[in-house]
């Protein structure tokens, strides 16, 4: 574990992250910055606790000022979904920058005492922290691993939070890699491959029954939530026209609306089923509302054209002896529950590839951050004077041919004077901010000025320098 120390080594005051508000760590004795996560979620707590947690778009600007203003906290970030709540924040010491993000959940949030959500905080610290923003942004926190939602909201709330000015280097950092590891995530395993809800499968098996879903049509009997969703998941892969019928007729054109579809009283429906390549039927029935009959007539009618029925009813509104007729695929929900299942256990295999991901980033992050100590900058750029200086001295000491070893010796002082009054003044004046807030700031600066990072990795790996120089800009982006 670590926290920044803008004067000497790396502090290691807390040896674990803190996963519940009440355990204690050890007291700050020195002066740092630290990156912490606080925050709750679907697993810490019930949703009537989370909703009043939330955050709004509308509300987030001022929340921001308002998190900023607390003492001791240099950069914040607030991710506020229906899962969860949570605050990134730099702090200057470690206990209280927990204590001032409770604070201004305390006073941000009315209506519940901290006893009531103190308990279902979760606090992490360096490492931690960072690995888990990583985890996050890649889907791995959250109630559907794999979701693609999630990295879209954690966008949003990092450009938000730049626009307020709330965040600066660290956090810049953090989550510009974060979003660079969901990416890394998405590309090297296959967690977002595979329907993991009951309206996405059905989509998914229809395109193996017709291989392509455009030009399509789809007939939607009844207005279940899984049903409806499962039609706009159709249409978003080409199904080209929609008609809907339910009971209550004025319901079937609001959702012809909707889905710019063709509404159908449920007394004609049977008419239109040979038009239907793909039927879902979600309603409210206590019977078989489509027949044997109905579906042998159709696929006569469609001349043995393959027709998908989907039937998400519960209890079931499909004759399943359907099943026996050629061409005809009908699936219920308990069928469309296995493939979810057996979804869900390949995405768990794949997150296990992809917290292996998120390790490997969290230590080049690591990297960075300890690149941004003051001695190991200071150092460095001693060091590149040095090898300047040397290599000049060697370029022309063929011209000093005719000088005496101790004239040599005084030119070398005197270039080596030279470089030292140069480097004087940004010297002090680096120590000296490094213990300020905006310190990464400078160090960041020097090191991007002088190149030390680059000039210090062609020394410990020349083969690949040249390799570097043309294909490293994405990792130099990051930290703009």
Not at 218 to 227: C, N, P, R, S
Not at 344 to 368: D, P, Y
Not at 376 to 403: D, G, H, Q, W, Y
């Amino acid at each position: 574990m670590w926290a920044l120390t803008w004067y000497g080594k790396a502090s290691t005051r807390l040896s674990k992250s803190t996963e519940r508000a009440g355990e204690e760590a050890a007291p700050d004795t020195e002066s740092s910055l630290d990156i912490i996560v606080v925050g709750l979620n679907h697993r810490t707590t019930p949703i009537e606790i989370r909703e009043k947690f939330s955050i709004s778009d509308a509300q987030l600007r001022e929340a921001l000022i308002r998190l900023k203003s607390y003492h001791g906290i240099d950069e914040g970030l607030i991710l506020s979904t229906c899962n969860r709540v949570e605050v990134c924040a730099v702090v200057q010491q470690l206990q209280t920058g927990f204590q001032r993000i409770k604070e201004f959940f305390e006073d941000y949030h009315t209506g519940l005492s901290p006893e009531e959500w103190n308990d279902s905080l979760y606090l992490y610290s360096a490492d931690e922290a960072v690995r888990h923003v990583f985890r996050v942004a890649s889907s791995l926190d959250s109630m559907v691993i794999g979701e693609p939602q999630i990295l879209g909201q954690l966008k949003e709330a990092f450009d938000i939070a730049m626009h307020q000015k709330a965040t600066g280097v660290i956090l810049n950092k953090v989550f510009r890699k974060a979003i660079s590891v969901a990416k890394r995530v998405r590309t090297e395993t296959k967690i977002a491959e595979n329907a993991v809800s009951i309206s996405f499968a059905a989509v998914e098996l229809a395109k193996k029954v017709f291989g392509r879903l455009e030009g399509k049509e789809a007939l939607l009997v009844g207005a279940g939530e899984m049903a409806e969703l499962a039609v706009r998941h159709l249409l978003d892969n080409g199904v080209r026209k929609v008609m809907i019928t339910t009971r209550n007729f004025d319901n079937a054109i609001e959702l012809a609306k909707r889905f710019d579809g063709i509404p159908l009283r449920l007394e004609e429906f049977p008419r239109y089923l040979a038009e239907a390549d793909i039927l879902i039927c979600s309603t409210g029935a206590s019977h078989y509302v489509i027949s044997e009959e109905h579906i042998d007539k159709a696929i006569q009618r469609r001349k043995n054209r393959p027709i998908f029925l989907i039937d998400i009813s519960v209890p079931r509104n499909i004759d399943p002896h359907v099943n026996q007729i050629d061409n005809v695929f009908l699936y219920d929900i308990d069928d469309l529950q296995l493939i979810v299942d057996a979804n869900l256990e390949g995405r768990q295999k794949e997150a296990l590839k992809a917290e292996g991901i998120v390790s490997e980033e969290l230590q080049a992050f690591n990297k960075w951050l300890k690149s941004l100590e003051v001695v190991p900058t200071i150092t460095a750029l001693r060091e590149k004077a040095e090898e300047i200086r040397r290599v000049e001295m060697n370029k022309f000491i063929s011209k000093l041919s005719r000088l005496s070893p101790e004239q040599r010796e005084v030119v070398d002082g005197l270039i080596a004077s030279i470089i030292n009054k140069l480097l004087h003044s940004p010297l002090v004046a680096l120590k000296d901010e490094a213990r300020s807030k905006n310190g990464a700031l400078y160090v960041e600066a020097v090191r991007r000025l002088f190149n030390l990072d680059k000039d210090l990795h062609r020394r410990h790996h020349p083969a690949a320098s040249d390799k570097e120089d043309s294909a490293a800009p994405d990792e130099e982006a990051e930290t703009k």
